[in-house]
């Protein structure tokens, strides 16, 4: 066995030492006690585009960010809300102005103490930065104290110009933050990075190349080394606060955008965790296996259609509603062939969020599937349009290289022609993909995947919302708005029973979207690994990962 030499001598200077850690539930049954690696090397899926955490936007961004900083508040795993940095808060009678206490055992990476100043700063830096270049930063905008004032069009502002913004430190580990008006899940907002802590002299305002090269960070690791093309290498925070239960002294993340080449490298034992595998491919392998991680997510996969432009035929809302009933999503799932990882999902929401009396997703389900198969029905609604076998209807459908994209995009094509729709698959690089389908607004049908950012409906529901970049291009309208701003002025029940309203007439009645799966996350790990803790948006983070040398 590959290492085998090296691991025997780690194994017997450890006895004979008698310094052998004791595992949690792992290890030799017969003694108790296992060694763990120094380093941790897990693959992620790409390369980051940004590490600033003020701008970072994507999954595999926060691969590196989730081991990187130290937050006011995390999603637990079980999808629940964790102070982190934040020992206790409270709100006034009036529902708008919160109160947040901090530890005073936080600490940057070079030793300085992390205080609510710089939390603030890392707000107020966000809301400068403008929408353009820090997206969440309408967590802030949208919700805060005359912040919609400030970089809504994409304008950038400096933070002396925003005295007016309700953020501010009461004193080093005290920050207040007044709302426009109340909101029942605010404090979820805060697991964003734009809520980060940054300092002045590190994280310049208006600039985020300076998060290229390595810098000082108050999470468990910070950065040894930064190249977003093959690695970053992370080393143990000493000036963390638990840093002394901390067992692997460094990470090291490589960038893999391939799929297959992740599984290769996992099998040839030079990654010990890899992120993003092909599902079916890994789960046949592994079913079974402890190298197989398969965790509960809040994600749905979907099909985008460009009720807006690019198609007039999808301005017809039978059409939209002909596609949705025209597809068996059972055939999606035998095709992804991965046991229970994939679900059938008939609302544009996943299962996984709190609502009125029990699972959101599944309380709608169980009253009325908001999305069904009937090819009958979408056949009738495809004539009423003025397309039949004589007169068919071509679309395109645009999406990226991936093995499970290309499953779905096959099994839409063969479903859709039953109905009359003959469906051209578009591959497309992935950025390039991105910004034809979220920037320019161009494509007609094109595949949408999102993982919670906060554990709120609204997380989802949001995207169509018209002020929105993915609302404003192709989807949405003045009364979807408004029922989401009517949900705000709403607590419990009565906000989520709003919320069912909004998301049935964005799906139901109006059918901008088409809804198809949901889906768990799927990666592998080397057999006795400890502490990669799942997260509900489909990552993990590595504090306390113990790898058995």
Known sequence: MKN?????????????????????????????????????T??????????????????????????????????????????????????????????????????????????????????????GLGSADSYYSYFIRNYVKNASKYGADGSTAKIADMSDVGIKAVDDYTIEITLEKPCDYFVNLMTAGVFYPLREDVAPELDY?????????????????IDKATEIVMVKNEYFFDADNITTSKLVAKVMPDADAQLIAFEAGEIDFATNVEPSTAYARYEGQPELFVSDAVINYYMMMNAYKASDALKDVRVRRA?????????????????????????????????VDGDFRSEQDETEQLVYTDKEEAKALMEAAGYNENNRLTLTYSTNQAAMHDTVAAVIKEELSDIY?????????????????????????????????????????????SKNQYGNVTWGDEKFDALLAESDLLTG??????????????VGEMAYTCPLFGYKTLCLGVAGLEGAVSSPQGNHTFWYVKVPA
């Open 493 to 506: 029940d009565e906000r989520m029973e709003k919320l069912h309203e909004a998301e049935n007439y964005l």
């Open 209 to 225: 190349t300076w998060a290229g090269e390595a810098h000082v960070t108050n999470g468990p690791y910070t950065y040894e080394s």
């Open 323 to 355: 596609i949705q009933l025209g597809i068996d999503r059972s055939n999606i799932i035998t095709a992804l062939d991965s046991g229970d990882i994939y679900y059938e999902l008939y609302g544009y929401v996943p299962m996984g969020f709190a609502g």
């Open 4 to 40: 085998t030499l090296k691991k025997l001598s780690l194994i017997l200077i450890a006895l004979f030492m008698a310094i052998s850690l004791t595992a949690c539930g792992g290890g030799d049954e017969g003694t108790g006690e296992v060694t763990y690696k120094d380093t941790f």
């Open 421 to 465: 729709i003959d469906v051209v698959i578009d591959q497309k690089e992935l950025r390039i993909f991105f910004d034809e389908r979220d920037n320019q607004g161009v494509t007609e049908l094109a595949r949408g995947a999102m993982s919670a950012d906060y554990m709120d409906p609204t997380t989802f529901l949001e995207m169509a919302n």
């Open 42 to 127: 897990y693959a992620i899926g790409g390369e980051p585009q940004y590490l600033d955490p003020a701008v970072a936007s994507d999954s595999v961004a926060s691969y590196i960010l989730n081991q990187t900083y130290y937050p006011m508040f995390a999603i637990g795993e079980d999808g629940s809300l964790v102070k982190e940095a934040c020992t206790s808060y409270e709100e006034d009678d009036s529902g708008t102005v919160y109160t947040f206490h901090l530890t005073e055992e936080n600490y940057w990476s070079d030793g300085e103490k992390v205080t609510a100043h710089h939390y603030v700063y890392g707000m107020m830096r966000a809301l």
